[in-house]
């Protein structure tokens, strides 16, 4: 019912700045909790960020809170994801996924899209 297709994923040195981009498909998409996920080689999905379906509420990750911003604009079906500060341990592939419930757990979204590659080099 929900197709994301990530996007703005690539390589960006320590210290720099990428924004990451999901582009969404469906009728309802202002309807969802957005959120973000990464995978870094040899390591579990973790949670990254969320924002509620109006974007009134966000939650992050201890380990990107203050470097990361979420943020979704409905009238274009689009959520982003603005990295700054970025750390080589911000390494992985990125996903988006929509979720009925705002919340953390990756077990609660619904819709998952491709994912996009983010290496910060040292």
């Known amino acids: 019912q929900v197709q994301l297709v990530e996007s703005g994923g690539g390589l960006v040195q320590a210290g720099g700045s990428l924004r990451l981009s999901c582009a969404a498909s469906?009728?309802?998409?202002?309807?969802?909790?957005m959120g973000w996920f990464r995978q870094g080689p040899g390591k579990e999905r973790d949670f990254v960020a969320a924002?509620?379906?109006?974007?009134?509420?966000?939650s992050y990750a201890d380990s990107v809170k203050g470097r990361l911003t979420i943020s979704r604009d409905n009238a274009k079906n689009r959520v982003y994801l603005q990295m700054n500060s970025l750390k080589p341990e911000d390494t992985g592939v990125y996903y988006c996924a929509a979720a009925m419930l705002f919340g953390s757990s990756e077990g609660t979204y619904r819709y998952w899209g491709q994912g996009t590659q983010v290496t910060v080099s040292s």
């Open positions: 469906g009728r309802t998409f202002s309807s969802y909790a």
């Open positions: 924002i509620n379906w109006s974007g009134g509420s966000t």
